[in-house]
Structure formats: structure tokens, C-alpha cells
């Protein structure tokens, strides 16, 4: 079965400091890759996308991601943390097998403390 | 500015009622979808539409029905058949499988 992981609940980070989101995931073919960001009560909100090209993408607010094909890894980085970046992040995996369909995991709240 | 609305945000259901939830998109998208969150299970999708006049079940159909008349508006009733109605749904629209979603802001379903 197709899937998405994030295997961390939640990543504690010091402002300043570095930050990784971890995911992996389990689909077929060469798929497309997504992270998003939810604040409370609030919809998902679009940082980043793979498709094709170069492994570490760019993306919205300083974030960036790296995607490693022989490891099937998609983690989500930034290079230094703000209080402000504290929310919900989602991995989501889009399989390039045709139709719309998304898979996306559990999501992983992140906490950056001041 | 273009973009998706879901209304109402808020809205309480009593036990054996029927409600809708709106989703309308002024962004042009073919595709739509509606997602059901709960806390520590991601999202997962109740149904999704890439055209007018078509739908598709997704992974938690049951209790749940939709419509596409119009390409700007995916509607969501949640039927008494639904017997775990409390959750957090989103609305969302695509235009092709390479640009990610576009998400409405959100409505909390809430049975009393």
C-alpha cells in the first residue's frame, strides 16, 4: 500500500537553531512531493514542492527540503529557526500513476521556543 | 483575490440532522476535494471531484455525500449515516497533480 511517514509527533527546536522535519514515504514510479504548513484552526498552506530536477528545493518563509530518491525521503530543513515557525507541518505524496489523488502522513507539530 | 471559501466555520449538528458544508473556488480549478482531519491522523479524504458532474469515493465515503453542478462549487453533506461526525474539514482544488492544493480556511463540525 502507498503510504506517507512522519515519524516524529513533534520536534522541539531552539530558536536560532536548525530544524528538521523528517518524512519518508512508500510509492511507485517517480511521484510528486509536497509540504505544507497549518497554523490553529486555519487551513493547509502551500512551502514546497518536488517534481523534478534538483534534490533541495526551496520553497515559502526560508524553508527548503531535501529529497533523496534511494532513501525515499522528503525532509523539510531550515537553516535557523523562529518562534513564528511553530505550527503543524504535513508531508504529502501525489503518485505520478495519473489521476488527483494525494496521500498525505500524520503531520508533525513543530515547537520552537525562545 | 482568488481563493477557496468554506463556510460556516463553525457548526453544531444535532443528533439524526443532516448538514451541508459549502466550498466554492474562484481560482478556475477542474479538480476539488474534501478532507476530514482529526487529531494525530493526518487527513484523510471523504471525496474528491476532477470534473463537473463527477465524483469519486474516497477512502472514508461512508456517511457523507457530495455534488459538482458548477466547476466553482464542491458542497459536503453529512448525513445522519455518519455516526462520528466531529472532526475538522477541509475543502480543497487543484489545478493539475504538479501544483499541490489550494486549501479553504476550514469548517469544525461539532455534534450536540
Known amino acids: 500500500a502507498q503510504s506517507v511517514a512522519q515519524p516524529e509527533d513533534q520536534v522541539n527546536v531552539a530558536e536560532g537553531n536548525p530544524l528538521t522535519v523528517k518524512c519518508t514515504y512508500s510509492?511507485?514510479?517517480?511521484?510528486?512531493l509536497f509540504w505544507y504548513v497549518q497554523y490553529p484552526n486555519r487551513g493547509l498552506q502551500f512551502l514546497l514542492k518536488y517534481i523534478t530536477g534538483d534534490n533541495l528545493v526551496k520553497g515559502s518563509y526560508g524553508f527548503e527540503a531535501e529529497f533523496n530518491k534511494s532513501q525515499t525521503s522528503f525532509h523539510l530543513k531550515k537553516p535557523s529557526a523562529l518562534v513564528s515557525d511553530s505550527a503543524l507541518y504535513f508531508c504529502a505524496v501525489r503518485p505520478d500513476t495519473g489521476g488527483f489523488k494525494t496521500i498525505f502522513g500524520a503531520g508533525t507539530r513543530l515547537f520552537v521556543k525562545a | 483575490d482568488g481563493g477557496i471559501t468554506q463556510s460556516p466555520k463553525y457548526l453544531f449538528r444535532k443528533e439524526g440532522q443532516n448538514v451541508t458544508l459549502s466550498c466554492e473556488q474562484n481560482l478556475n480549478h477542474d479538480a476539488m476535494y474534501w478532507y476530514r482531519q482529526d487529531p494525530g491522523q493526518g487527513l484523510r479524504l471523504i471525496y474528491y471531484s476532477q470534473i463537473v458532474n463527477d465524483f469519486q469515493k474516497g477512502d472514508i465515503a461512508e456517511g457523507y455525500s457530495v455534488s459538482r453542478e458548477k466547476k466553482e462549487s464542491f458542497p459536503l453533506t453529512v448525513t445522519s449515516a455518519q455516526k462520528n461526525p466531529t472532526a475538522f474539514y477541509l475543502c480543497?482544488?487543484?489545478?493539475?497533480?504538479?501544483?499541490?492544493?489550494?486549501f479553504g480556511s476550514g469548517t469544525r463540525l461539532t455534534v450536540v
Open positions: 480543497a482544488s487543484s489545478i493539475n497533480p504538479g501544483h499541490g492544493y489550494t
Open positions: 510509492v511507485s514510479g517517480n511521484p510528486y
